[in-house]
Nanobody, 127 residues
Framework: QLQLVESGGGLVQPGGSLRLSCAVS????????ITWFRQAPGKEREGVSC??????????YYLDSVKGRFTISKDNAKHTVYLQMNNLKPEDTANYYC??????????????????WGQGTQVTVSS
């Protein structure tokens, strides 16, 4: 059974850092596109960062507002995808989800194309 479990969220001050983890099971990580999404109260879920399959080059993509601050990576041996978040801002506050899909031609930040989702982990940036 395919499962994604997020962890690593918490409360952090502006300018601080967090590393989120997405542990996957029931799939071969290297065959899937994995994307981090976030959803703040009253807002739509938005794609934050995607990492592609190794066979497709393993390219990474980022939402403009997080470029230079967030880094996505994966460890196939540990079946885990990470999102390192630095210089966090209050507007980064949201519930963060990871999502997976195999049948994409390229990485996508579009939430409607992903079939598998985790339950989310809350990130709160506040002083």
């Amino acid at each position: 059974q395919l499962q994604l479990v997020e962890s690593g969220g918490g409360l952090v001050q502006p300018g601080g850092s967090l590393r989120l983890s997405c542990a996957v099971s029931g799939l071969t990580l290297d065959y899937y596109f994995i994307t981090w999404f976030r959803q703040a109260p009253g807002k739509e879920r938005e794609g934050v960062s995607c990492i592609g399959r190794s066979s497709s080059g393993g390219w990474t993509y980022y939402l403009d507002s997080v470029k230079g601050r967030f880094t996505i990576s994966k460890d196939n041996a540990k079946h885990t995808v990470y999102l390192q978040m630095n210089n966090l801002k209050p507007e980064d506050t949201a519930n963060y989800y990871c999502a997976a899909d195999r049948n994409l031609g390229i990485c996508s930040l579009n939430r409607f194309v992903y079939h598998y989702w985790g339950q989310g982990t809350q990130v709160t940036v506040s002083s």
